[in-house]
């Protein structure tokens, strides 16, 4: 199990999602990024993926092909008592990820610690509460 989160995520000409995203420490960035994959663009960007430029990238299933955004998202963590800070995030794109991914800074950004990864616990950095993580959500080519 791996701590999972719901995220706000604001993109360009203020187009909207909301959804489950993996907290994965195992995803290094030297900023806040956040992996989408391609059906999730698609409700930030419309004309994805127009303005975004390839790069390669290396995972542990192997060697991908990523996107990355020239625009950036404005994301914050959503629970039902409170919302996290607003942080501007790197957008990447993924066309084999079927998961919102949330890397190393960009967890550090959202103010959120993990607990427990093997349980799925974690807390806002400001508070002693840990919170349960919520359900997996897969992106399919049609979408959510």
């Known amino acids: 199990m791996s701590a999972i989160v719901t995220l706000a995520i604001e993109g360009p000409r203020k187009r909207r ?3 489950a995203a993996l907290l994965n420490g ?3 960035s030297k900023a806040p990024s956040l992996l989408l994959p391609r059906a999730a663009a698609l409700t930030l960007f419309s004309e994805y993926p127009a303005g975004t430029r390839p790069m ?13 955004a020239a625009e950036t998202a ?3 963590v959503v629970t039902q008592d409170r919302n996290g ?5 790197q957008v990447v794109v993924s066309e084999e ?3 919102i991914l949330v890397s190393d800074y960009g967890i550090d950004a959202l103010g959120v610690k993990i607990e427990r990864q093997g349980e799925g616990l974690w807390r806002f950095a400001d508070e002693e ?3 349960p ?4 959500k897969r992106w399919t080519a049609r979408g959510e």
Not at 85 to 89: D, I, K, L
Not at 133 to 136: D, E, G
């Open 97 to 99: 990820e079927d998961e």
């Open 85 to 89: 800070p607003r942080v501007r995030f």
């Open 17 to 19: 999602l909301e959804g």
């Open 26 to 28: 195992g995803f290094s």
């Open 133 to 136: 993580s919520v359900p997996r």
């Open 56 to 68: 390669g990238a290396t995972t542990a299933g192997g060697r991908v092909s990523l996107r990355v």
């Open 74 to 76: 404005w994301v914050h």
């Open 129 to 131: 509460r840990t919170r």
